[in-house]
């Protein structure tokens, strides 16, 4: 009797209807939307959605921010200064996946239209003249450098920020895609993605925060860029593509402090486009990676290509490496302070570039041979494509 009715529910479709409605596909969440302006002085979940973001935006100390995945905050130059600033002791988090990351972008798509996101910590900096505070240069004028070494201010994860660069207020300089002051190792920042900035794709004044897995793509600038005695020590995967217009892949400097401390960084890709040309030409920085200031570090398994000469309007030199001043050639070169290991080189003729008449740089000036290296077999930055790294329906992984 039963097997009777069980053909029966078949044929009638009752035993199919009554299961179908575990297999019906979940309806994707209604996209939230709204305005964010600031200052924020509550904890905020700005749950996944569409949001436009307007003014100098700040998240006061002891308030925390959260973005769930998916989200696209929306700035519009034409509304003023705008920008998304963490002051010391608040907190940013963004959940981004690498489906659905949190993408800050700018209407116009215009390189230099907003400010980027600018996060302020409390872990120590050693300024120009060697003392341990200073003033910020965004526009924002606010004192930077502490002594919490593993200060938290939140973490930032699959977070792409695009179109950023611009000057606020009476700055001393334009702003850049991601500005960290003096923010410690406790932050995460993780899968982030700089793209098409008017200045640097990361700038570190001071701090021990590590960036990992991060790309800085079609920044006017310098990729990566450091002062103030910044020294992260878990930095890995950095890619950098700069096309069009951009200057060094990397610019370390130590504010001119000699120093024992030092960031270490791993797996690093810094590629240049054909064709691509600097910033502004009455100041021609060329060069895979320059070191000056008392700029040292720990560097290995890095790809670098297609850094080159430039031809036009003047003639000038552009290679892997350059030192620009004697002292630190002294210092950190002579002094063992510098090492560059494990690095594939290709399209790019001139490896040593001295920056003053004064020294001359080769493989020799870095011994022992431990503290530079050439190989056919590095890697540099090993990433995932994904949505987080596709803009426009191009991947930024070349």
Same mark, same amino acid.
């Given at each position: 009797?039963?097997?009777?009715?069980?053909?029966?529910?078949?044929?009638?479709?009752?035993?199919?209807?009554?299961?179908?409605?575990?297999?019906?596909?979940?309806?994707?969440?209604?996209?939230?939307?709204?305005?964010?302006?600031?200052?924020?002085?509550?904890?905020?979940?700005?749950?996944?959605?569409?949001?436009?973001?307007?003014?100098?935006?700040?998240?006061?100390?002891?308030?925390?921010?959260?973005?769930?995945?998916?989200?696209?905050?929306?700035?519009?130059?034409?509304?003023?200064?705008?920008?998304?600033?963490?002051?010391?002791?608040?907190?940013?988090?963004?959940?981004?996946?690498?489906?659905?990351?949190?993408?800050?972008?700018?209407?116009?798509?215009?390189?230099?239209?907003?400010?980027?996101?600018?996060?302020?910590?409390?872990?120590?900096?050693?300024?120009?003249?060697?003392?341990?505070?200073?003033?910020?240069? $965004?526009?924002?004028?606010?004192?930077? +450098? *502490? /002594?919490?070494?593993?200060? %938290? &201010?939140? @973490?930032?994860?699959?977070?792409?920020?695009?179109?950023?660069?611009?000057?606020?207020?009476?700055?001393?300089?334009?702003?850049?895609?991601?500005?960290?002051?003096?923010?410690?190792?406790?932050?995460?920042?993780?899968?982030?993605?700089?793209?098409?900035?008017? $200045?640097?794709?990361?700038?570190?004044? +001071? *701090? /021990?925060?590590?960036?990992? %897995? &991060?790309? @800085?793509?079609?920044?006017?600038?310098?990729?990566?860029?450091?002062?103030?005695?910044?020294?992260?020590?878990?930095?890995?995967?950095?890619?950098?593509?700069?096309?069009?217009?951009?200057?060094?892949?990397?610019?370390?400097?130590?504010?001119?402090?000699?120093?024992?401390?030092?960031?270490?960084?791993?797996?690093? /890709?810094?590629?240049?486009?054909?064709?691509?040309?600097?910033?502004?030409?009455?100041?021609?920085?060329?060069?895979?990676?320059?070191?000056?200031?008392?700029?040292?570090?720990?560097?290995?398994?890095?790809?670098?290509?297609?850094?080159?000469?430039?031809?036009?309007?003047?003639?000038?030199?552009?290679?892997?490496?350059?030192?620009?001043?004697?002292?630190?050639?002294?210092?950190?070169?002579?002094?063992?302070?510098?090492?560059?290991?494990?690095?594939?080189?290709?399209?790019?003729?001139?490896?040593?570039?001295?920056?003053?008449?004064?020294?001359?740089?080769?493989?020799?000036?870095?011994?022992?041979?431990?503290?530079?290296?050439?190989?056919?077999?590095?890697?540099?930055?090993?990433?995932?494509?994904?949505?987080?790294?596709?803009?426009?329906?191009?991947?930024?992984?070349?």
């Amino acid at each position: 009797m039963k097997t009777k009715l069980f053909a029966l529910a078949l044929a009638t479709g009752l035993f199919l209807n009554s299961c179908s409605s575990s297999d019906d596909p979940t309806p994707a969440p209604t996209p939230a939307t709204g305005e964010i302006t600031g200052p924020i002085t509550a904890n905020k979940t700005y749950a996944f959605g569409n949001y436009t973001l307007k003014g100098i935006v700040k998240i006061n100390a002891g308030v925390t921010v959260t973005f769930e995945a998916g989200s696209t905050i929306t700035i519009d130059k034409a509304t003023g200064d705008n920008a998304l600033v963490v002051l010391k002791d608040g907190k940013l988090i963004t959940k981004g996946t690498a489906d659905q990351p949190v993408v800050f972008t700018e209407k116009s798509k215009v390189p230099g239209s907003w400010g980027g996101i600018i996060m302020y910590g409390d872990a120590p900096a050693k300024v120009a003249g060697g003392g341990t505070t200073s003033t910020s240069e $965004d526009g924002n004028n606010i004192s930077y +450098g *502490g /002594t919490n070494a593993t200060h %938290n &201010s939140g @973490s930032l994860a699959y977070t792409r920020v695009e179109y950023a660069g611009s000057k606020l207020a009476d700055g001393a300089k334009e702003n850049n895609g991601f500005t960290f002051y003096s923010v410690g190792s406790g932050t995460t920042l993780d899968h982030l993605v700089s793209y098409k900035g008017a $200045d640097d794709g990361y700038e570190f004044f +001071g *701090g /021990t925060v590590s960036l990992t %897995n &991060s790309i @800085s793509y079609g920044n006017y600038d310098d990729s990566f860029d450091w002062q103030d005695g910044w020294q992260g020590q878990a930095n890995t995967n950095w890619y950098a593509y700069q096309v069009d217009k951009g200057n060094y892949g990397m610019e370390i400097e130590a504010s001119s402090n000699d120093n024992a401390f030092f960031p270490k960084v791993t797996n690093i /890709t810094l590629k240049r486009a054909a064709g691509t040309v600097t910033e502004e030409q009455k100041e021609i920085q060329l060069d895979a990676i320059q070191f000056k200031k008392e700029g040292n570090g720990d560097y290995s398994n890095i790809v670098i290509d297609g850094y080159v000469s430039q031809t036009t309007p003047t003639a000038f030199n552009g290679g892997v490496l350059q030192i620009l001043d004697k002292v630190t050639y002294d210092h950190q070169v002579a002094g063992g302070k510098i090492k560059l290991n494990n690095v594939k080189i290709t399209n790019s003729p001139i490896t040593f570039i001295s920056g003053q008449a004064t020294f001359t740089l080769s493989a020799a000036s870095f011994l022992p041979a431990t503290n530079w290296s050439t190989s056919t077999t590095a890697t540099g930055a090993t990433l995932t494509p994904g949505a987080w790294a596709t803009v426009d329906g191009v991947n930024l992984i070349k």
